[in-house]
């Protein structure tokens, strides 16, 4: 009797230890934790001199997004093609995680960028100021040589010469241009009254590697300074535009670089596909003020092009305004080329909110990407 009691609590202390533990493992589940990781790209084209360059620009331009994941769960990967010429970024779970996460969009985790060795591109054109006098000269002889790239308010105000001319500047340790509006009597070369122009462009008139071209793709630097104070229209203030020559849409600009006056002031990058202008991005004009900032503007021209856009002061490199967009419309139909345009260009409607103004520009370059 004693002997099967023991026996009986030994089958119910098994059923009671083991039956459990098993029932628990049937019920026992894995959470998944739902969440997002991405990788993302400031630019869709890097234009590079050597490796360090290279990482350095791309340290800069791609941002990894972890989601609720821990950083040492994921890895990151770089895989170049074989000529140097792309570079597709990746991001995952490690394998030993991957069971305990449900990414929701694993579309974003990778991003292609173009890359482009500096002395692989074509020779670009580069306009620089030299100094004092003949500025008109030097103008013309780079950008349309024997013809007339500058559109200037002269015509309007004879009695204060030249709109554009040179100045050494202290902080660039260099001759720059100096481009000159007066709220009164400048307006647009003596044929719009409600407007004020001075710019320089290339145009029909300029050599063929200054104008862009379908299934092209083109670089435009240069280096402008606002003054402390400057004023803007409540209508525009345009300082750099893209416009397509040829077709019905040739008098909307594709991409404008503008200022508004707000509240605060602000810097605006406008494009239009068509007739209908809209605004891709816009920042404050503060911290653009009284500081020598560098443009790298990289667009390809077709229907299913590229644009990056990156302005970043001179003295410590800090990025004031940056977009990319990898497929956008650059092209207009009918159009024979598009053309850049820097200057002042702006409305005088509101004349009450502007004053006589001084821009400076300097090192101008064009480069077209074979």
Not at 291 to 302: D, H, L, P
Request: proline residues 4%; negative net charge.
């Amino acid at each position: 009797m004693k002997k099967a009691f023991i026996t009986s609590l030994i089958v119910i202390s098994y059923f009671t230890i083991y039956g459990c533990n098993k029932n628990d493992e049937a019920t026992e589940t894995v959470n998944i934790i739902t969440t997002d990781i991405s990788v993302s790209s400031a630019v869709s084209t890097i234009i590079w001199t050597d490796n360090s360059d290279l990482n350095q620009q791309l340290n800069t331009a791609l941002a990894y997004n972890y989601g609720t994941a821990l950083v040492s769960q994921t890895e990151t990967a770089l895989d170049f093609n074989s000529n140097m010429t792309q570079v597709i970024a990746t991001i995952d779970f490690k394998t030993q995680f991957q069971s305990f996460y449900n990414d929701t969009n694993p579309s974003n985790n990778t991003v292609t960028i173009n890359l482009v060795q500096e002395s692989l591109t074509t020779e670009g054109v580069f306009l620089k100021a030299d100094g004092p006098g003949n500025t008109y000269n030097l103008i013309t002889s780079v950008l349309a040589p024997g013809a007339n790239p500058i559109e200037t308010p002269d015509c309007s105000h004879n009695a204060f010469g030249n709109h554009i001319d040179e100045v050494f500047d202290n902080d660039l340790n260099t001759n720059v241009f100096r481009f000159y509006l007066h709220t009164t009597p400048d307006d647009d070369r003596c044929i719009n009254f409600d407007r004020q122009r001075n710019e320089i462009k290339s145009y029909s008139q300029s050599p063929d590697n200054l104008l862009g071209i379908e299934n092209e793709t083109v670089v435009y630097k240069w280096k402008f300074k606002l003054p402390t104070g400057f004023q803007s229209s409540t209508n525009f203030t345009h300082i750099h535009q893209l416009k397509s020559v040829g077709g019905a849409l040739e008098s909307m600009p594709i991409y404008t670089l503008t200022t508004r006056k707000g509240t605060p002031d602000r810097i605006e990058l406008r494009y239009a596909e068509t007739d209908n202008q809209i605004t891709l991005l816009q920042t404050d004009l503060a911290p653009f003020l009284d500081t020598w900032v560098e443009v790298t503007e990289t667009i390809k021209y077709s229907t299913n092009g590229t644009y990056d856009i990156e302005i970043k002061t001179i003295n410590d490199g800090t990025i004031l305004l940056t977009y990319a967009n990898p497929s956008i419309n650059n092209w207009r139909p009918n159009a024979e080329f598009v053309r850049p345009k820097w200057g002042i260009y702006r409305s005088i409607i509101n004349v009450q909110d502007l004053r006589d103004e001084e821009v400076l520009f300097d090192e101008f370059s064009i480069t077209e990407i074979e």
